[in-house]
Nanobody
Framework: EVQMAESGGDSVHTGGSLRLSCVASEYPYRRNCMAWFRQTPAKEREGVATIYHRGSPVYYADSVKGRFIISKDNDNNVVYLEMSNVKPDDTAIYYC???????????????????WGQGIQVTVSS
């Protein structure tokens, strides 16, 4: 069975940097889409970034474009989210997810991602 686990969540100051990691027990698809989502009590879960199985193409939400970078290590089944110049609005629970190739196309639909991690908290102070 596929299991996914995030790590790297922390509290940081505005303008700081953070790297999240997601380790999958296996990739559930031959050609997979890996993604990061985030959620707050005031907002629906929203897509942050996606990456196709070979590392291209990638997608970023407008709110994080130019500040976050998604990457992956297929040999070790790890997906990363490098966060820089973070803002208080980046505060959320972050989830990694896996889906079939079609799930990498915008607009992102959470129902197209069958596999999810448990989520980790990222807090950015003013």
């Amino acid at each position: 069975e596929v299991q996914m686990a995030e790590s790297g969540g922390d509290s940081v100051h505005t303008g700081g940097s953070l790297r999240l990691s997601c380790v999958a027990s296996e990739y559930p698809y031959r050609r997979n889409c890996m993604a990061w989502f985030r959620q707050t009590p005031a907002k629906e879960r929203e897509g942050v970034a996606t990456i196709y199985h070979r590392g291209s193409p990638v997608y970023y939400a407008d709110s994080v474009k130019g500040r976050f970078i998604i990457s992956k290590d297929n040999d070790n089944n790890v997906v990363y989210l490098e966060m820089s110049n973070v803002k208080p609005d980046d505060t959320a629970i972050y989830y990694c997810a896996a889906g079939p190739p079609k799930s990498c196309y915008a607009p992102l639909n959470i129902r197209e991602f069958p596999y999810w991690g448990q989520g980790i908290q990222v807090t950015v102070s003013s």
